[in-house]
């Protein structure tokens, strides 16, 4: 069926006759293959039609595109317009990673165990394990939680820079980042000798500091994403150097932990990155790779175009890990437990801190939906996301009531959030304040997610004082193992005579 049969009477009659002639350009198009060197041209009349409606922000012209663009998708899902073909690297098993050229060990998928990451959890815990121990007897293991939320990371900048200010930022042992907490998290992890990276990146910015448009039609047309984000990609270049690469690299080193995350568009998993296992290669693809993760973990889905890592004539395609994760600490992927058993150490002994910032709000504000099916799809889809995010905040927190780690929070007052296509440096300067406020003034982290995201129920959830304490000693575990399968197969034996 052609592109035009599938448009109803009606929406031909919404159309204006520019953008309705550009239709019928790219039916045309559409009967006519072309190479992707050999783009179609649009009319005249219709490219001053489309220069009318790409003065408008990105997410009002997504807003007002309406049936119009679900049927100009639909149309062209079988229209040939677009990049070639390409072919994916797919896994042949849940949870297979294809190394990297030179870099075989520096990713893994989350939910699934990595030898490589395993190992180096392992030395990360032995060499944790051999700092002196102090007077109390107790070791401190902070860890730092880094969230999405595109132009709001301007308020966790604010916290970071300022929290250095304060004197008592914490050392911490393991940072993660997801999008633009991934673009934080190196700065962070490398300490407060980089905070004015930090800054300049978040503090005072506009749009054009991140992408340019290039209009929603031909985007939609023949591209893959409606803004060219090579402005950011050239403001990680700038701050991204060789002196970040050797901190990070040192950091490592000394049993220190720094992951950020992306999302395999091809397979739906998300991707763990470590950057410290990147940046300990060293060299120029160890830049040029550290550069493209974290502009993979910030390539918002549609509004940034994916990164690309290939191998040989196959590849991969990773966007924004907000898409599955706008939060996170590995799962599976290592057992802590285990490292510590290696090391000769118990987690009880230790007194871990687990800092979460997000970078925007938990609640979604107010506003008046029309009757109309893209807007409520669009208000449908950011309902969700803010549920996504406070449903990983609640797992953290879990998490910690599990390890018997404390918990500490931040997170934007309901409201204050800024649109990826909608701020100016005045927005950001007010949010980076905002978090350098909440620093300066001494104001205490929250210690549960706030009420309307934890059960007053869950909040009395504790380790059991028997589950707690571990034995170090392994041939113990395996005998009690041993003894609970004995005991079930004489009630197996018990049930079988009866």
């Given at each position: 069926?052609?592109?035009?049969?599938?448009?109803?009477?009606?929406?031909?009659?919404?159309?204006?006759?520019?953008?309705?002639?550009?239709?019928?350009?790219?039916?045309?198009?559409?009967?006519?293959?072309?190479?992707?060197?050999?783009?179609?041209?649009?009319?005249?009349?219709?490219?001053?039609?489309?220069?009318?409606?790409?003065?408008?922000?990105?997410?009002?012209?997504?807003?007002?595109?309406?049936?119009?663009?679900?049927?100009?998708?639909?149309?062209?899902?079988?229209?040939?317009?677009?990049?070639?073909?390409?072919?994916?690297?797919?896994?042949?098993?849940?949870?297979?990673?294809?190394?990297?050229?030179?870099?075989?060990?520096?990713?893994?998928?989350?939910?699934?165990?990595?030898?490589?990451?395993?190992?180096?959890?392992?030395?990360?815990?032995?060499?944790?394990?051999?700092?002196?121990?102090?007077?109390?007897?107790?070791?401190?293991?902070?860890?730092?939680?880094?969230s999405s939320g595109g132009v709001n990371g301007a308020f966790g900048a604010g916290i970071l820079t300022a929290w250095t200010a304060r004197g008592d930022r914490p050392d911490f042992r393991c940072v993660?980042?997801?999008?633009?907490?991934?673009?934080?998290?190196?700065?962070?992890?490398?300490?407060?000798?980089?905070?004015?990276?930090?800054?300049?990146?978040?503090?005072?910015?506009?749009?054009?500091?991140?992408?340019?448009?290039?209009?929603?039609?031909?985007?939609?047309?023949?591209?893959?994403?409606?803004?060219?984000?090579?402005?950011?990609?050239?403001?990680?270049?700038?701050?991204?150097?060789?002196?970040?690469?050797?901190?990070?690299?040192?950091?490592?080193?000394?049993?220190?932990?720094?992951?950020?995350?992306?999302?395999?568009?091809?397979?739906?998993?998300?991707?763990?990155?470590?950057?410290?296992?990147?940046?300990?290669?060293?060299?120029?693809?160890?830049?040029?790779?550290?550069?493209?993760?974290?502009?993979?973990?910030?390539?918002i889905p549609v509004v940034y175009p994916p990164v690309r890592f290939t191998h040989g004539r196959r590849d991969e395609l990773h966007v924004d890990g907000a898409v599955v994760r706008p939060l996170f600490?590995?799962?599976?992927?290592?057992?802590?437990?285990?490292?510590?058993?290696?090391?000769?150490?118990?987690?009880?002994?230790?007194?871990?801190?687990?800092?979460?910032?997000?970078?925007?709000?938990?609640?979604?504000?107010?506003?008046?939906?029309?009757?109309?099916?893209?807007?409520?799809?669009?208000?449908?889809?950011?309902?969700?996301?803010?549920?996504?995010?406070?449903?990983?905040?609640?797992?953290?927190?879990?998490?910690?009531?599990?390890?018997?780690?404390?918990?500490?929070?931040?997170?934007?007052?309901?409201?204050?959030?800024?649109?990826?296509?909608?701020?100016?440096?005045?927005?950001?300067?007010?949010?980076?304040?905002?978090?350098?406020?909440?620093?300066?003034?001494?104001?205490?982290?929250?210690?549960?997610?706030?009420?309307?995201?934890?059960?007053?129920?869950?909040?009395?959830?504790?380790?059991?004082?028997?589950?707690?304490?571990?034995?170090?000693?392994?041939?113990?575990?395996?005998?009690?193992?041993?003894?609970?399968?004995?005991?079930?197969?004489?009630?197996?034996?018990?049930?079988?005579?009866?």
């Amino acid at each position: 069926m052609s592109v035009v049969a599938r448009i109803t009477s009606r929406e031909r009659h919404a159309m204006s006759r520019p953008i309705y002639k550009l239709f019928l350009a790219e039916e045309s198009a559409a009967a006519h293959p072309h190479s992707p060197e050999e783009r179609p041209t649009l009319p005249s009349e219709a490219k001053r039609a489309l220069e009318a409606v790409d003065r408008r922000p990105v997410a009002l012209r997504m807003a007002a595109s309406n049936r119009f663009t679900v049927a100009l998708a639909a149309g062209l899902a079988g229209g040939g317009c677009g990049w070639p073909t390409r072919f994916a690297t797919l896994p042949d098993h849940p949870g297979q990673v294809e190394p990297l050229p030179a870099f075989a060990d520096v990713r893994a998928v989350d939910g699934y165990p990595s030898e490589a990451f395993q190992a180096s959890f392992d030395d990360a815990v032995a060499q944790f394990a051999r700092l002196p121990v102090p007077a109390d007897g107790r070791r401190d293991f902070d860890m730092l939680v880094l969230s999405s939320g595109g132009v709001n990371g301007a308020f966790g900048a604010g916290i970071l820079t300022a929290w250095t200010a304060r004197g008592d930022r914490p050392d911490f042992r393991c940072v993660t980042g997801v999008s633009v907490g991934a673009l934080m998290a190196p700065f962070a992890f490398a300490g407060p000798a980089f905070d004015d990276r930090l800054e300049e990146l978040f503090r005072r910015i506009q749009p054009g500091d991140l992408h340019r448009e290039k209009g929603l039609m031909p985007s939609v047309l023949w591209d893959e994403s409606l803004a060219d984000n090579s402005p950011l990609r050239a403001s990680i270049a700038r701050a991204v150097d060789e002196s970040l690469l050797q901190a990070v690299a040192a950091r490592h080193a000394e049993g220190r932990r720094c992951w950020v995350g992306s999302t395999n568009l091809d397979v739906g998993h998300f991707c763990v990155w470590d950057l410290g296992a990147i940046a300990s290669r060293g060299g120029p693809e160890a830049l040029e790779l550290f550069r493209d993760v974290l502009a993979a973990s910030a390539a918002i889905p549609v509004v940034y175009p994916p990164v690309r890592f290939t191998h040989g004539r196959r590849d991969e395609l990773h966007v924004d890990g907000a898409v599955v994760r706008p939060l996170f600490i590995p799962q599976n992927v290592f057992d802590g437990y285990l490292s510590a058993d290696r090391a000769g150490m118990s987690w009880d002994d230790v007194d871990a801190t687990l800092y979460v910032i997000h970078n925007g709000s938990l609640r979604a504000r107010p506003v008046e939906v029309q009757r109309d099916t893209l807007a409520i799809a669009l208000r449908t889809v950011t309902m969700m996301s803010y549920t996504m995010v406070s449903e990983h905040v609640l797992h953290l927190y879990m998490l910690t009531r599990a390890w018997g780690a404390e918990f500490r929070f931040q997170t934007m007052p309901d409201g204050l959030e800024l649109s990826v296509d909608a701020f100016n440096p005045d927005d950001t300067e007010r949010l980076f304040l905002l978090g350098k406020g909440l620093m300066d003034r001494r104001e205490p982290w929250s210690t549960t997610p706030p009420g309307y995201v934890l059960r007053a129920d869950l909040d009395r959830v504790a380790p059991r004082e028997a589950e707690a304490k571990l034995d170090t000693d392994v041939s113990g575990h395996l005998r009690r193992i041993e003894e609970r399968l004995e005991a079930l197969r004489t009630d197996v034996k018990a049930l079988r005579d009866r």
